[in-house]
């Protein structure tokens, strides 16, 4: 199954081989004026050029052939040879009720057979979540979702920060202490950026910290031990994290995995001549003939021997084509870290770490700033707590609910669960609605509202569909298998039939806002036709049915859509 617009693809493409053309020129697309047309083919003018012919000569030619075909309503030539285009009501019904029986709604499983790693979160072991892992942790579980649904067989993989002089600042920190036995989640609160701030302080002291980061990743048994469990509370606070906002993750791996890939693929980039001593430290050059900027080389190892960033994220990469064998790998990080990925993926590609068919991506998004259009901070500057930032956005969901009247006549804990509901929809869609690269504002009071595009909206559309067909269902009415369109459907009508596209678009540049932007074109959609027509009062039969199967197949898409993104819709509100 494919779109309207691809299936017209195919039959105007044809069209354009039978006057000697290329097919692919035949391309169509839902139409930028609805009020001329539901579809609209450009190909003419790239195809005058390839025929040295005026693009109205051939348009006219192909308007010839495509208006004896029983698919089209209207075939017109508009401007210097644009072909518009519209479908008979038969042929839409009959697309739409081949969309209905698919339960993927069109959308095709392209990912089928194939494997991706996507690497997101990423939190850092001993620092407390905060609203900057909610970017990677929001958007890499979405894209997960989204792959997955396109028959992808997906890894998540939460990549925590397990490995560096932060864990050699904690270890030396409880040596001073004298610290004996398990450390406590709100010790390590404490430990860890008292260390932190006076090994900026004092170099001495940061000495300490590189010394015992050293012996950690030698493997001294002591320090493994203790570690080991600072790292087990840790991930016992980032799984409460990440359970109270929906985000899943397959594998709990983290930098310190890579371990024991390092010295190995070290030892055979050496031998191959990639990685070289410079000034000390092992590196590789990654420059590139046309670049336009400069590139520093990758560092594999410090001077002492110590491993770094890009070396456990080498390692890393080795350790998943080992174990998973890859199509593609996805970083969702902060846009920040381009330079380090663009590194990462020369030298990997280089060191010929993955084969060349194996895509790489940096998934990068930007900046979550305050109202203030400054980086997200707590009213009294600090850095805002994960779990707190959760815990606000559930209180003004609640605040919400009450304005508007809804979710009164429930039980205490199904109102809880609603608002938490709300309250997770906002913040996700918020995220996810913008270009990932570019930098938004969390706006809590704005993001939570049921009017305009957020998700508190988008909730409450699919909700009250949701009761229309149950009030439907017990007023004994039900859906058709038939769709008998009236103009008043076909703006919805058509609109269902763009699913696929927006899926692939999104698949295609890792967006998910471009899946965000459909949810709510459907739901206003639905809002004008519902707004418009009759629908449970309706007295034709057949067009009563239809109806309420085009209310079925909004919330069944809208739904979809929702869940893809991470978002859960409630039974009621
Ligand atoms: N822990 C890192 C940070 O907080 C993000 C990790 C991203 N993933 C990766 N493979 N480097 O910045």
């Known amino acids: 199954m494919t779109s309207l617009a691809q299936k017209l693809s195919g039959i105007v493409g044809k069209a354009f081989e039978e006057q000697g053309l290329p097919a692919e020129l035949g391309a169509v697309r839902v139409s930028d004026r609805p009020d001329l047309c539901q579809f609209q083919c450009n190909g003419a003018m790239a195809a005058a050029k390839v025929a040295k012919k005026n693009p109205r000569e051939i348009a006219e030619g192909l308007v010839d052939v495509l208006a004896n075909d029983e698919t089209f309503e209207k075939v017109e030539i508009a401007g210097p040879g644009f072909i518009n285009l519209d479908v008979t009501d038969a042929f839409l019904a009959a697309h739409l009720e081949s969309v209905k029986a698919d339960e993927r709604a069109g959308v095709a499983d392209t990912g089928k ?60 920190e409880l040596d001073i202490r004298g610290h004996e036995g398990p450390v406590t989640m709100e010790e390590l609160a404490e430990i860890y950026p008292k260390a932190a701030a006076d090994c900026k302080a004092d170099e001495t002291r940061m000495e300490q910290a590189r010394a015992a980061t050293k012996k950690l990743q030698d493997g001294d048994p002591e320090y493994t031990k203790r570690w080991r469990q600072f790292i087990d509370i840790s991930i016992e606070g980032m799984k409460a994290n990440f359970d109270a906002l929906g985000v899943h993750f397959d594998e709990w791996k983290g930098e310190a995995d890579a371990h024991p890939f390092i010295a190995p693929m070290v030892e055979a980039l050496k031998d191959k001549g990639i990685a070289v001593l410079d000034d000390g430290a092992l590196v590789i050059d990654v420059t590139q003939e046309d670049d336009k900027k400069e590139f520093p080389p990758l560092i594999l190892l410090k001077s002492d021997g110590a491993v770094m960033y890009s070396t456990t994220d080498m390692g890393t990469i080795v350790d998943r084509v080992e174990s998973h064998d890859p199509d593609k790998i996805i970083y969702v990080v902060d846009q920040r870290q381009s330079l ?30 305050g109202t203030d259009g400054k980086p997200f901070k707590t009213r009294a500057g600090g850095v805002m707590r994960l779990e707190d930032l959760i815990a606000m956005g559930v209180e003004k969901a609640e605040a919400r609910l009450n304005e508007a009247e809804l979710a009164t006549d429930i039980d205490e804990a199904e109102r809880a669960d609603i608002a938490k509901k709300v309250a997770l929809a906002a913040i996700k869609f918020a995220d996810l609605q913008n270009q990932r690269q570019s930098d938004y504002v969390f706006d809590l009071d704005r993001m939570t509202s049921f009017e305009g595009k957020t998700g508190p909206y988008l909730l409450y559309q699919a909700v009250r569909i949701q009761s229309l067909l149950k009030k439907a269902e017990a007023q004994g009415l039900s859906a058709g298998s038939e769709f008998v369109l009236q103009d008043a459907d076909k703006p919805l009508a058509l609109l269902l039939a763009e699913l696929p596209d927006h899926f692939e678009n999104t698949l295609k540049n890792y967006t998910p806002h471009v899946l965000c932007d459909y949810a709510y074109k459907l739901a206003q959609a639905f809002s004008s036709f519902y707004g418009n027509c009759h629908i449970l009062s309706e007295e034709d039969e057949a067009v009563r049915a239809s109806r309420l199967a085009l209310c079925a197949q909004t919330h069944c898409q809208l739904v979809m859509v929702l869940k893809v993104l991470g978002i859960e819709v409630p039974a009621s509100m």
């Open 113 to 172: 057979d194939q494997t991706v790693i996507l690497d997101y979160g990423g939190p850092n072991i001993a620092k407390p979540m905060h609203v900057g892992h909610l970017r990677a942790s929001i958007i890499g579980d979405s894209l997960r979702r989204i792959m997955k649904f396109a028959g992808y067989n997906t890894i998540g993989d939460v990549h925590m920060g397990d490995w560096g002089t932060p864990m050699g600042m904690i270890l030396s």
């Open 340 to 369: 380090h990925f663009e590194q990462l993926f020369r030298a990997a590609r280089k060191g010929a770490l993955v084969k060349d068919d194996v895509e790489l991506t940096f998934a990068g998004f930007g900046t979550m700033n």
